[in-house]
């Protein structure tokens, strides 16, 4: 014999909600440990609040990491201009190559594979380099 506890529709519907609000801490935890935030509080309200970005991140990184190397840094940045009313997401790959070396890298990483991103997402998530020499 099994024994089935009726959940009041209330609760059933708190608790959705509340796995739905768990889900994106979660995944902005795990983006916070291969990410560096440039501000924190800034990235995650706008991560949260862009929430489709999410997993876009996930492969965004690992596609990183396969053209510019395991040891590379990535920074997330928030950045603004009022004057064309935008705001996006900026991925900065920081480098140790040459210039010329990150640009080629860049291009490449477009033609592997970004360029081929939808570009609702492309138009709120940018990927750009640094050089660190």
């Known amino acids: 014999m099994s024994y089935q506890a009726k959940v009041p529709d209330k609760v059933r519907k708190d608790l959705k909600k509340l796995s739905k609000d768990i889900r994106p801490a979660k995944d902005i935890e795990l983006l916070g440990r291969m990410y560096t935030f440039s501000n924190p509080i800034e990235v995650k309200k706008f991560i ?45 790959v920081k480098t140790n190559l040459s210039l010329s070396q990150s640009l080629e890298l860049l291009d490449k990483f477009d033609e592997e594979w970004w360029l081929d991103v939808d570009y609702e997402i492309r138009k709120t998530l940018e990927v750009d380099i640094e050089n660190m020499l």
Not at 49 to 69: A, Q, S
Request: charged share 30%; proline share 4%; hydrophobic share 40%.
């Open 48 to 92: 949260l609040t862009h929430d489709y970005l999410i997993n876009p991140l996930f492969e965004v990184h690992k596609h990183i990491r396969e053209i510019f190397g395991e040891s590379v840094e990535t920074c997330l940045e928030i950045h603004r201009d009022p004057e064309e009313d935008f705001e996006g997401l900026f991925i900065v």
